[in-house]
């Protein structure tokens, strides 16, 4: 089944511009997103969107001085089967890297990379956009791999050949069966494993990673938090454990389980402490830093968003890069200090933006709410869609923020934010991650926050 994720769905910002110049008579144009993409979960997929949408509209992006109209692309699919919103239908698009291929074709750009083969799903995904084009966009029956325009990689050869053979076909094949299916998403995973070692990808080993850096981000074998459990992550898995004296069985293959876990929290809450006493952060920078600005100045403060919370940043880490997810925290760390942003969703960082987070990091700011109960369970699960509202959620949120400081607005109604919150903190409790706030859930955030 596919599902269509539209730009409100998806946040997305508006174009600038919106240009009908488009006459669709040979098709469609398939692309990827180069590179080493390694897709591990929707919400992985999603943020790569949002991203490439940041940079099609910085400055430089699609060779425009200023910044391009829009994301390049009229849609986007997953290997989940979601079709991302892109210009949509009866725009133009800039992606195909040549007049005519703009003229004559729409682009539908899979989010996977170099190397990587789009699942059945994401085909299914494929040839639903055809589909739509065709009977509601007025395309014409030639679906193109982007190298037909110009001299290009994209899309890659599992791709390439895919175009080639929906190419100019009224009945557009099927056959999804025989092609490998993605990694499934956090919700599916095996609920007998309860830990994470070397072969595993995904949320739970990126969320890993992240503490290991938190931990120690000097390690030899430290690295990006790709979400990868590999050799070096491995590695420096094991000299945690041998630090904390939990030996792993086997040292070449540690598994990270609720015992690691819960001595990594310890271990990381009383560097936090050491950090918030001995080491005010210091900025070098004083620039007016906003979405879309990139170098040292950005990083700085990324790294500074890490040390206020090494949850933050989960995905891209301090890479230097004012992006969606460097927005979001910038506007999570403003809620709990305090401030208000001039421009909630364009927060920009400045003087007293970096005051306050010395401010937080030096440990003089008001301590973040503790001591409260939570009180009982109140009785009904709380999980989503629809949106449950009501006290008993308020009360959730407020733990949660409790917990982890500006994670949730408290508004008493369980969306996809709670659930996500309710998601990462199961994870790192430790618990069954479904999303839903049952008797267990509740007990043990009730007992991690009083
Ligand atoms: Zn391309």
Known sequence: MVTFFSRAELGMQAPRSVSRNVAPTAGLTVHYGGGAQRIASV????????????????????????????????????????????????????????????????????????????SAKALEALNWIIERARAEGGAGLGVHPHSKWRATACPGVPLRNRAADLDGRQDLPKNFGDLPVPPPPEADEDEERTYVTVGDRGADVRSWQEKLMAW????????????????????????????????????????????????????????????????????????HIRRGDRGPAVQEWQEALRAWNSRALPRFGPDGDFGAETTEWTRRFMVAAALVPSSPDNPVVGPRTREAMGRAL???APAPSSGFDLGPYPGRLLRQPPILK???????????????????EEDGAYGPKSEQACRTFQGEAGARVDGVVGPVTWRVLRRRVR
């Open 43 to 118: 919400e992985q997929a999603v943020d790569r969107w949002l991203r490439w949408q940041a940079m099609h509209m910085s400055p430089g992006g699609l060779g425009t001085r200023n910044g391009g109209a829009d994301i390049a692309y009229n849609f986007g699919f997953d290997d989940w089967g979601n079709v991302y919103a892109g210009r949509g239908l009866g725009v133009r698009s800039g992606a195909n890297g040549s007049n005519e291929g703009n003229q004559t074709t729409y682009a539908a750009c899979w989010i996977g990379g170099k190397g990587e083969t789009p």
């Open 390 to 408: 009501g006290d008993d959620v308020a009360r959730f949120q407020r733990a949660i923020n409790a917990w982890r400081p500006g994670t949730l």
């Open 362 to 364: 030096a440990g003089t």
């Open 216 to 287: 120690n981000s000097n390690d030899p074998d430290a690295h990006k938090a790709d979400g990868d459990f590999g050799p070096k992550t491995a590695r420096w898995t094991t000299r945690f454990m041998n630090a904390v004296g939990l030996t792993p069985r086997n040292p070449d293959k540690p598994r990270v389980g609720p015992k690691t876990l819960e001595a990594m929290d310890k271990a990381v809450k009383e560097g936090a402490d050491r950090f918030g006493r001995d080491h005010p952060f210091e900025f070098t920078h004083s620039a």
